[in-house]
């Protein structure tokens, strides 16, 4: 390769972007020894024939964060959120990276070593007086960590892609009347007139308590399945080799008792490992505790009463989970609700009432075109009264009365007429470009289902999960 381009100063260039080159090799030792030495596969994930391995994420996140400015990385590093963000990121450029590779090969684009080496002759790089130097080439790449064939290789990978991915840039031309009906239906204003009956204004006294069994028999309290679940924590520090294999060898102890029939206080005892009682939750009001990860509570609540897990490693260590007991979903005891109770039937009862009330003012405004306590305003799409009333204005016919449904009221609701917008050329222009950007989107997604379709994802879960401390 570098020969050729030694040899070929006098032969036509082609920009493309360097954003590839510039990244480090930051945390590689680490992922070499958890999914070399230790695990043998280093598949994350297999995308049709193609593979992303650990290497080839932590490559690319390096990358990733090279690009960012000094407070950006300290913030990321702090930053669980922002730190899943970027690794999520990752794995979505990877994937869709690997789909194309697929999708190029089964197109049979190729892309030759000349022209990857005229694509390398064009980056400013790599010139100095506006010429080729092989001093800078080698230079840039000795301190980007590359190799000419690695180099050479991420180079025609990003070529094929624009081969293949290139198409969907091209905009779609969206014709006027369809700009024009999108201008229209999003200017165009409305003249309405509407009631507030609002529930608060309906006195409905105190309820016996043969009302509110009667509204708790309609209206019951759902408990949600809760789970009785304890744990036993073989510690280690994951990323320590030694200290990764003696937590190992010591979780596989644990284990064989509790398989013996010891129980998982016996067994964490006996193996100076750490016990954790977690009592009664549900899914959605999780104890505090670090090894309660979402994955881990979809875990727990996958599981049946009375068994334990198989051996879970998560930052701290090792876990084994037991669920200890299974308490259904069910209706509340009608005693441990009743003081909510009041004030649901309160609520339920001034609704009742503001119904009828609702109702009469529309019966009038029916029979008799005239609606008590009106307001008359011009609104938009997105201004001018409550958001209940224009979405109801805008999505019935002019002349058309209703009952409107609020959080707290009710709305009678008349739309008079429609005021069609004035003429606005930068309005115009601003949902022609709107509606091009969502078509082409429109395109980009449907491509991308295809590609997902030919070319499914499929995750190595225990590689996977280990990697991101699922």
């Known amino acids: 390769m570098l020969e050729y381009l030694r040899n070929a100063a006098d032969k036509p260039l082609a920009k493309i972007l360097i954003g590839i080159l510039a990244f480090s090799f930051v945390g590689w030792g680490v992922a070499e020894w958890i999914f070399g030495a230790v695990a043998g596969d280093t598949t994350l994930v297999r995308v049709g024939r193609s593979e992303v391995t650990v290497q080839d994420f932590s490559l690319e996140k390096s990358r990733e964060i090279s690009l960012l400015s000094r407070e950006q990385q300290r913030a990321t590093y702090a930053d669980p959120v922002l730190m899943n963000a970027l690794n999520e990121r990752v794995m979505s450029s990877l994937t869709t990276q690997a789909m194309t590779d697929n999708r190029a090969a089964d197109l049979g684009f190729v892309v030759s070593d000349a022209q990857i080496a005229r694509e390398i002759r064009a980056f400013p790089e790599f010139q100095i007086n506006g010429q080729f130097s092989t001093y800078a080439f080698d230079t840039v790449l000795a301190n980007s960590g590359y190799s000419e064939a690695t180099f050479a290789d991420i180079l025609r990978r990003q070529v094929l892609r624009g081969y293949t991915l290139g198409a969907l840039s091209v905009p779609i031309q969206i014709p006027d009347f369809v700009v024009a009906a999108a201008y229209d239906a999003r200017y165009a204003q409305r003249q309405i007139d509407y009631s507030v009956v609002d529930f608060s204004e309906f006195d409905v006294g105190t309820p016996t308590d043969e009302q509110l069994r009667a509204f708790y028999e309609q209206n019951p309290h759902v408990v949600p399945e809760q789970r009785t679940v304890s744990y036993v924590l073989i510690?280690?520090?994951?990323?320590?080799?030694?200290?990764?294999?003696?937590?190992?060898?010591?979780?596989?102890?644990?284990?064989?008792?509790?398989?013996?029939?010891?129980?998982?206080?016996?067994?964490?005892?006996?193996?100076?490992?750490?016990?954790?009682?977690?009592?009664?939750?549900?899914?959605?009001?999780?104890?505090?505790?670090?090894?309660?990860?979402?994955?881990?509570?979809?875990?727990?609540?996958?599981?049946?009463?009375?068994?334990?897990?198989?051996?879970?490693?998560?930052?701290?260590?090792?876990?084994?989970?037991?669920?200890?007991?299974?308490?259904?979903?069910?209706?509340?005891?009608?005693?441990?609700?009743?003081?909510?109770?009041?004030?649901?039937?309160?609520?339920?009862?001034?609704?009742?009432?503001?119904?009828?009330?609702?109702?009469?003012?529309?019966?009038?405004?029916?029979?008799?075109?005239?609606?008590?306590?009106?307001?008359?305003?011009?609104?938009?799409r997105a201004d001018g009264a409550p958001l209940d009333v224009l979405n109801a204005a805008f999505n019935s016919e002019i002349g058309n009365n209703s009952i409107v449904n609020g959080a707290n009221e009710f709305y009678v609701l008349h739309i008079e007429k429609e005021i069609m917008p004035k003429s606005d050329e930068k309005k115009f222009t601003a949902i022609r470009a709107e509606l091009e950007s969502v078509a082409n989107q429109n395109i980009v997604d449907d491509y991308n289902e295809f590609l997902m379709r030919e070319y499914p994802v499929e995750i190595n879960e225990k590689v996977f999960n280990r990697f991101f401390e699922q």
């Open 235 to 380: 510690p280690g520090e994951m990323d320590q080799p030694d200290s990764y294999d003696a937590a190992y060898e010591q979780a596989i102890l644990v284990e064989d008792d509790i398989i013996a029939g010891n129980t998982m206080a016996d067994a964490a005892t006996a193996h100076d490992a750490k016990y954790v009682a977690l009592g009664t939750f549900d899914a959605d009001n999780r104890p505090v505790d670090d090894i309660l990860t979402d994955g881990m509570m979809g875990r727990i609540f996958d599981m049946e009463e009375g068994l334990e897990s198989e051996l879970i490693e998560t930052k701290k260590g090792f876990v084994i989970v037991r669920v200890d007991k299974v308490i259904p979903a069910h209706n509340a005891e009608y005693d441990s609700v009743k003081n909510k109770l009041v004030a649901d039937w309160k609520r339920n009862e001034q609704r009742k009432q503001a119904y009828v009330r609702a109702n009469e003012l529309l019966v009038d405004l029916n029979q008799n075109g005239t609606l008590a306590g009106k307001k008359t305003v011009t609104v938009t």
